[in-house]
């Protein structure tokens, strides 16, 4: 049977971060998002930690998870194997010690869909291990969205230090249509990417 389409698809590699995936991914779903819009991708990347046995209940929980298993072929082949799988009409790829604010997704997915834009960019808190204990007490901001050009957001936002990919919700086929992937055994893999 096939995949229905979603709104967005979220890719979360994952490689012995078990300290990290449990609030990366529970975070995921205190969006307020319908899960019937979205889906979750987890890569097991080969991990050899407990990782994938400490999201386990969450998986169980939820029925819009979907995990591929893959050998540890690199966070770059993990990204490229989690968007040929993806069906959203959007793709988020967070790395698994990331944490999303309450609350925030809705808000740049909603105005992807309605713009239709190739990518959302987002701004982001860097935060400590120690810091990152508290982040259900942050609330989101108010949002001030910009359109820019591609050269704009090159020149502004996506200087070498701050061009992640976890920062962007991609229009899922204008990475297929550009043929946009990851450079596998690389280093600092979303340089490349995100200046393609």
């Known amino acids: 049977m096939m995949n229905s389409m979603k709104q967005l698809s979220i890719i979360v590699p994952v490689y012995n971060v078990e300290k990290y995936v449990y609030e990366c991914v529970d975070s995921i779903f205190r969006q307020g998002l319908d899960e019937n819009i979205f889906e979750v991708i987890i890569v097991n990347d080969g991990t050899k930690d407990n990782s994938m046995a400490v999201i386990r209940e969450l998986i169980a929980s939820h029925s819009n998870i979907i995990v591929i298993e893959q050998d540890n072929l690199g966070l770059s082949v993990a990204r490229n194997n989690g968007i040929a799988k993806a069906t959203g009409e959007y793709i988020l790829m967070i790395d698994s010690d990331d944490l999303l604010i309450d609350s925030s997704l809705q808000l740049l ?84 990417f995100t200046y393609e």
Not at 149 to 170: A, I, S
């Open 109 to 192: 997915l909603n105005r992807a869909l309605e713009t239709k834009v190739d990518l959302v960019v987002a701004d982001f808190l860097e935060m400590t291990i120690q810091e990152n204990e508290t982040i259900r007490g942050i609330k989101q901001k108010d949002i001030i969205f910009e359109e820019k050009t591609g050269e704009k957001l090159f020149l502004e936002d996506l200087n070498p230090h701050q061009c992640y990919v976890w920062r962007t919700l991609y229009r899922r086929d204008f990475i297929i249509d550009n043929h946009l992937f990851f450079i596998p055994n690389i280093l600092y893999e979303d340089v490349p």
